[in-house]
């Protein structure tokens, strides 16, 4: 019903005085109405909330304390993974969840679903507080914490200090003991050349056994080897003491004894002028003439060697001696197809070195040097083809081992100008290198299927090829 239309439409025969006071009784009944209805209406409904009006109220008063407080330590509250009541005045540490409930306006807080740890490091990134002790200190607090942290730094410090001290003086020596040590050793400490002197006389001693006497020499080989020691063998007469052990009637001796003296002859000028005067060649090709064990003859043939290259005097000597006869009978004996490669092997080196040493007199333009001289007194090429070394060369291509097989095609090629026309009148040396032409052409077609142009066979059948041309 539309109050205000009941009033237009109320008689209008009443007096005015009434018609006032009927009007303010209408007036009082319309505000009690209105006020009964706010006073039940739904809070769904209303215009206006109060618990948004006290949680606003309550965030003031919070921001409010919190202002104060910034400046002061707060008292840390610990969360759980429930949630809890935040008072006021109370820090919450880093990485926590916080809530602020509606319905009663308190804060809330608890633990979030994650590493804690991870959750402080954020917190430290973002310049929140971290939760460090849960008591408060104030700043004096602090500094006498400090000092006293220092003291006691210290403290521990001297003592870790003295526990070094002592457990190093329990696993190192004094250093004044040291020197007193390194004094007493220094008496004892012996030169190269003391060494080779001690080894020297326990060979030479008659009162060594065997064993002490073999021990000596392959210790004394190791000193040789060095150019220096070798010369300082020569200034106390040891280098004749082994050269004497080369009459030994023990073979050991005679092969420990050559394998000292071909390690000290090897580029030594010095040693090997010496080692011809004392008799060693003699000596050598006595050993390599005679009955000796396979071993033996080795090492003897390696001191020869050594004794003979890059010294042409010796080479002189070598051919007066019948070096050359007494190499032909070691070749052709039966079993004895290694010393034949390492014979062929040298007779390559003497004749390619008087060719070299040759070529560089005619580059260099010198008129008569003094090497050049002793080369020309030796006649190794002549004496080579008398001795039927031309033959005995060319029957070791037989030999089935490539490496052989390659040293004396070598031979053969440096024996080319002085043996031609006994290898053209040789048909087996003709037979043999088309054999091995048609054995390597097909180990060469290997090689080139491999992928090596310039393979080892290849080489070999290109000596082989340079042969065959030269003599037909």
């Known amino acids: 019903m539309n109050l205000g239309k009941s009033i237009t439409m109320a008689p209008q025969g009443l007096p005015p005085s009434r018609m006032a006071l009927l009007e303010m009784l209408l007036g009082l009944l319309m505000a009690s109405c209105f006020t009964f209805c706010l006073s039940h209406q739904n809070p769904e409904f209303a215009l206006t909330s109060p618990g948004k009006s006290r949680t606003k109220e309550v965030e003031r008063k919070e921001t409010t304390a919190e202002e104060e407080l910034d400046s002061e330590i707060l008292e840390v509250f610990h969360p759980t993974h429930e949630w809890q009541a935040l008072r006021p005045g109370q820090g919450v540490p880093a990485g926590s969840h916080v809530r602020l409930n509606l319905q009663t306006g308190a804060r809330e807080v608890k633990l979030q679903e994650e590493d804690k740890f991870r959750s402080n490091l954020k917190g430290l990134k973002k310049g929140r507080r971290l939760d460090i002790n849960t008591n408060t200190y104030t700043s004096q607090d602090l500094k006498s914490a400090l000092a006293k942290f220092k003291e006691g730094a210290e403290v521990e410090s001297s003592k870790e200090d003295k526990a070094r001290q002592a457990k190093v003086k329990r696993l190192f020596r004094p250093i004044e003991e040291l020197k007193k040590d390194f004094e007493e050793l220094n008496v004892v400490i012996e030169t190269d050349m003391q060494i080779m002197v001690r080894l020297i006389n326990k060979f030479n001693s008659s009162s060594s056994s065997l064993e002490e006497k073999i021990a000596a020499l392959f210790d004394l080989e190791y000193y040789v080897h060095q150019m220096d020691n070798a010369q300082d063998l020569l200034s106390f007469g040891g280098l004749q003491v082994v050269i004497n052990g080369l009459n030994s ?224």
């Open 249 to 472: 009637t023990e073979p050991l001796v005679k092969e420990y004894a050559a394998f000292v003296l071909g390690a000290a002859f090897s580029s030594n000028p010095k040693v090997q002028v010496e080692a011809i005067e004392g008799g060693a060649l003699q000596k050598l090709l006595v050993i390599l003439a005679t009955e000796q064990p396979l071993p033996a003859k080795k090492k003897v043939l390696f001191a020869l060697c050594s004794l003979l290259r890059h010294f042409p005097y010796a080479q002189q000597q070598f051919l007066k001696l019948g070096g050359l006869q007494v190499l032909r009978s070691l070749v052709q004996a039966k079993g004895t197809e290694v010393l034949a490669v390492r014979v062929v092997t040298l007779l390559y080196d003497l004749v390619t070195e008087k060719m070299f040493a040759e070529e560089e007199a005619e580059l260099t333009r010198e008129a008569s040097p003094e090497k050049l001289q002793q080369y020309r007194q030796v006649h190794l090429l002549p004496s080579l083809r008398e001795q039927g070394w031309c033959e005995i060369t060319a029957r070791l291509l037989a030999l089935p081992e490539h490496d052989a097989r390659e040293k004396v095609l070598q031979t053969l090629g440096a024996l080319l100008a002085t043996c031609r026309n006994r290898y053209r009148q040789d048909p087996q040396l003709s037979r043999t290198l088309v054999s091995l032409q048609a054995e390597y052409q097909a180990l060469a077609t290997l090689e080139l299927q491999d992928g090596e142009d310039e393979g080892y066979f290849r080489e070999l059948l290109g000596s082989i090829d340079s042969l065959l041309k030269e003599l037909r």
